[in-house]
């Protein structure tokens, strides 16, 4: 498999998938989800053990 010219990941793979700036949208996407779920999420995992 050739790396560098047949796979993307990260902000590569995104900005060509959704076009350029897709990528950040993501992350600020996933960085306010997890302000608001986050606790939650943390709460679930500590009462499971």
């Given amino acids: 498999m050739d790396l560098a010219n047949e796979v993307l990941i990260g902000k590569e793979f995104w900005d060509m998938v959704g076009g350029n700036g897709t990528y950040e ?12 779920k986050g ?6 995992l500590a009462l499971g053990y």
């Fill in 39 to 44: 606790p939650d999420m943390l709460d679930q």
């Fill in 25 to 36: 949208e993501i992350l600020s996407i996933y960085q306010e989800v997890g302000k608001d």
